[in-house]
């Protein structure tokens, strides 16, 4: 069956630090590939998506690139800050009766400090 | 633009007493709805999705319940809550056969 596995944290850094967030999926089929994001106390909100392989979404200068021959879609940030401190979560969008519903991973909590 | 509003935002409930949830979406029309729950320590789980009034799938036997009266309200419902359903309850909405889901804020429930 499908299913969405993602690094267990937490991940402490530095502000300035290089983030990888790495995440691997099982499905049938070309998926298209999400990072959510949830900010303490908050819901979650699309931080980015890529809908086939070699695709690159980007967002807040997050980026994540679909690689289906490792079958990954690891999220990276160059710099992250201390308003980056969230839980995040990488899903993958499948098919049932209402045409779409996502998997997501169980989330990685990442604590930035200044 | 389209908003989704999720109520209440934290709820204590005793073990045995029923649970009633609403989120409803505002301006959109026919959009599919999904009831997420993320349990202490585990990730999101899809609980149940509805692709228009009165049309409810479930992902998962429980004892929840879900509910759309109309079409931009969905409601979770419990006769009775166990200390199980404690966790963070995600409303979700997306147009029609269109990937992006957009999250409600939550309902955090602790059951005692």
């Known amino acids: 069956g499908n299913s969405v596995t993602q690094m267990e944290g937490p991940v402490t850094l530095s502000e300035e630090a290089f983030l990888t967030i790495n995440c691997t999926y099982t499905?049938?089929?070309?998926?298209?590939l999400f990072w959510y994001v949830q900010y303490p106390g908050e819901g979650l909100q699309l931080l980015l998506k890529?809908?086939?392989?070699?695709d690159k979404g980007s967002n807040k200068g997050f980026e994540a690139t679909y690689r289906k021959e490792t079958t990954s879609f690891h999220l990276e940030k160059g710099s992250v800050q201390v308003s980056d401190s969230a839980v995040y979560f990488c899903a993958l969008r499948t098919i049932n009766q209402a045409g779409t519903a996502l998997i997501f991973g169980k989330g990685t909590t990442l604590s930035v400090s200044s | 633009s389209q908003t989704i509003h999720q109520w209440p935002a934290t709820l204590v409930q005793p073990v045995g007493s029923p649970l009633s949830l609403e989120c409803t979406v505002e301006?959109?029309?026919?959009?599919?709805l999904y009831w997420y729950r993320q349990a202490a320590g585990r990730g999101l789980q899809l609980l149940f999705y509805s692709v228009g009034i009165g049309q409810i799938s479930s992902e998962v036997p429980q004892n929840l319940s879900a509910s759309r009266p109309q079409d931009r309200q969905f409601i979770l419902s419990s006769k009775k809550l166990l200390l199980s359903d404690s966790g963070f309850y995600l409303c979700?909405?997306?147009?029609?056969?269109?990937?992006?889901?957009?999250f409600g804020p939550g309902t955090r429930l602790l059951v005692l």
């Open positions: 890529a809908t086939k392989a070699d």
């Open positions: 979700a909405w997306s147009v029609r056969y269109q990937e992006t889901q957009y």
């Open positions: 301006g959109t029309s026919n959009p599919n």
């Open positions: 499905a049938t089929g070309y998926p298209s």
